[in-house]
């Protein structure tokens, strides 16, 4: 086999199959422009007939597969094996999309045709890693290599033999070996946690605790689903606010509820929202609604001490507004009624 004229083109690896005596060899094709800095090199693989059927003295290519990850993305196949079945493993790197750096790949091709019928791609290290040997016997798969964790290249060993979580990657090159959505590295959030944000704010569910409040990562004073808001500005947060907008009450509604202050305009001892006399001379004994006790009723159901009358015809009573219905004026009326029927 050859490339464009003057490319590098290599074969790196051959294995011979034990039961058609097949040959398959495997390496790179340069389909670049040069063998320097516009080379592009993808993975090829070749198996052979051990026979010359046609008698042009030259094996018989069966197929052939290539492999490439990206386009001028660099890739080469170094290493073949045949498994009993007469599938090819064959082993080299790929290019990691993000950091443009080497990858272990594996690929198991299909005896018949070279399909692709399954493939592991390593971790992604802090440096480049690739295969450059693979071993199969009794389904076992054993590769060697080299990784570099961003130290300096070592040499590594390991076996591709089980795939706990079925997501097609081997365990031994599985970051996440029992968790079927990560492999090639474990995220963000680790495995058998997704990556998952919730609430879109840019945090991932891992990171935050209000993972379905996307005005919060953090609970805060009041809690996810709740902003930590203060709306009359008392120094009190609205959650916690009895009366989150009057900035003069925050634990208690007191008497008046949180749209009335508790003021005793007069000082008679019943506070404004309730007082219907809330100008009592200082001193008078008033009832439950602030009125004095000792005064008589006029027209407007005031109760107090008597006031000159008025040009307008006014003047009986402390002046002030009419007491609630019920108040002291129906418990005044009340009374006598209720001697009067005792007598009867």
């Known amino acids: 086999m050859a490339g464009a004229q003057d490319l590098d083109d290599q074969f790196l690896g051959v294995a011979i199959d034990g039961l058609t005596r097949d040959v398959v060899a495997v390496g790179y094709l340069n389909a670049g422009d040069d063998n320097s800095v516009l080379q592009d090199l993808d993975w090829v693989v070749y198996r052979y007939d051990e026979l010359d059927l046609d008698g042009n003295q030259a094996p018989d290519v069966v197929w052939t597969a290539t492999y490439e ?25 790929t290019i990691d999309a993000v950091t443009a750096l080497r990858r272990w790949r594996v690929a198991r091709l299909s005896a018949y045709d070279g399909t692709l019928v399954d493939e592991w791609i390593g971790p992604a ?92 990562t953090e609970p805060g004073i009041c809690g996810c689903g709740e902003p930590d808001d203060d709306t009359d500005l008392d120094g009190t947060f609205d959650c916690d606010d009895r009366c989150p907008e009057n900035p003069d009450k925050a634990d208690d509604v007191g008497e008046c509820g949180c749209d009335a202050p508790d003021n005793d305009t007069d000082g008679d001892g019943v506070v404004g929202c309730r007082d219907a006399c809330s100008n009592t001379p200082p001193g008078v004994a008033v009832d439950s609604f602030g009125c004095p006790l000792d005064g008589t009723t006029d027209e407007t159901g005031d109760t107090g001490p008597d006031t000159p009358p008025t040009e307008d015809g006014g003047g009986k009573g402390c002046g002030c507004d009419a007491a609630p219905g019920g108040g002291a004026l129906g418990e005044l009326l009340l009374l006598p009624l209720l001697l009067v029927r005792r007598r009867r």
């Open 69 to 93: 990850s990206a386009p001028g993305a660099s890739e080469a196949a170094t290493s073949v094996a045949i498994d009993t079945n007469g599938d090819v493993l064959v082993g080299g790197w």
């Open 125 to 216: 290290w802090l440096g480049d890693a690739w295969v450059t040997g693979v071993a199969v016997v009794g389904g076992r798969v054993a590769i060697s290599g080299v990784i570099d964790d961003g130290t300096g290249p070592d040499f590594a060993v390991t076996l591709l033999d089980q795939d706990l979580d079925e997501d097609g990657v081997a365990d031994a090159v599985d970051a996440c070996p029992d968790d079927p959505d990560k492999a090639a590295d474990t995220g963000v959030c680790g495995c058998n946690v997704p990556d998952v944000d919730t609430d879109g704010d840019g945090a991932y569910n891992c990171q935050e605790d209000c993972p379905s409040d996307p005005g919060k």
